[in-house]
């Protein structure tokens, strides 16, 4: 589905913003404040709110208009899914990332063919770090580079929510599939990670095939449409070998012992703590009690 996100921009025909959007609308996108019509169509800021659901694909949207969006997916509390694809959105002045990194229900996020490239994806790997709930980001067509990819591989290492990343099509070379094999090591959630279209040849490919043999998660992992088409084979036989399923299985619940031990341990830790404070007042009781006692003999 991403990719087909990504590649039907080209069939959709396309109108200028100024058609979609009245001039007193392109104001009302940019200032919520007035609680009018931020879509010809009728749709309040108010409406948006109240929506699981929003897509604005193809409507020649610039970054200046995602104002009021962003204050919507900062505060929304029933949005499951975005789809922004086919505009001309760069996120590179932060201040969507930073709403999606406060976001506490978006799941889904389609921000395929726009002009993110690298600085927009640094700003959305800074979001991916911080953000819980994000489980599809589909980014495909953005020109990103080696060091768009190397910015999300940053956020992978860390981020535990995310499912499903597609990156086709993104001008990503060995260095950048390098970046992205690196944190495959370290993340143990992500179960697809497509890199179709990319510029990736023998060397980033054969280190994308090593990580495989240290993250258990990965389920599809495509690289089709590169300089080797020969490794997505490999991938492809690491992926579906029933060994690394065990593997994946041992390692999990190896995690989860290590999980239960540490907390049994943090357990035992504020048992003795407790116990120990619970010494303390003994004996302060104990003081107050003799004092007491003292007190009164002295008065008979």
Do not use: W
């Amino acid at each position: 589905f991403f990719e087909s996100q990504a590649n039907s921009c080209s069939s959709v025909q396309h109108r200028p913003i100024n058609s979609t959007f009245s001039s007193e609308t392109m104001q009302l996108l940019k200032h919520k404040d007035s609680m009018a019509l931020v879509r010809t169509r009728g749709m309040t800021y108010a409406d948006l709110m109240k929506k699981r659901e929003i897509v604005f694909h193809s409507k020649d949207m610039f970054d200046e208009n995602l104002e009021v969006l962003a204050e919507v997916v900062q505060n929304t509390e029933v949005l499951e899914e975005l789809n922004l694809s086919c505009n001309r959105l760069t996120l590179a002045d932060g201040r969507f990332a930073e709403a999606l990194a406060h976001n506490k229900t978006l799941r889904v996020l389609y921000l395929n063919q726009n002009k993110i490239r690298a600085e927009g994806a640094k700003q959305l790997a800074t979001a991916l770090e911080i953000n819980e709930t994000l489980q599809k980001i589909g980014l495909d067509g953005n020109q990103i580079g080696d060091n768009g990819a190397m910015s999300l591989s940053t956020a992978l290492k860390g981020n535990a929510s995310l499912l499903e990343m597609s990156l086709s099509a993104n001008n990503i070379g060995d260095d950048g599939a390098g970046s992205l094999a690196a944190s495959l090591k370290e993340n143990n959630t992500l179960r697809s990670l497509r890199l179709r279209g990319n510029k990736i040849c023998e060397g980033g490919a054969q280190i994308l095939a090593d990580a495989l043999e240290h993250n258990y998660s990965i389920q599809l992992l495509n690289i089709d449409g590169s300089r080797c088409p020969m490794r997505q084979t490999k991938i492809q036989t690491i992926i579906e070998d029933p060994k690394r399923r065990t593997r994946h299985l041992e390692a999990t619940v190896t995690k989860q012992e290590e999980i239960i031990a540490a907390n049994k341990k943090e357990l035992e830790r504020k048992d003795a703590v407790i116990a120990k404070k619970n010494a303390q007042i003994a004996l302060l009781m104990a003081d107050l009690e003799f004092q007491r006692h003292a007190e009164e003999a002295i008065a008979e």
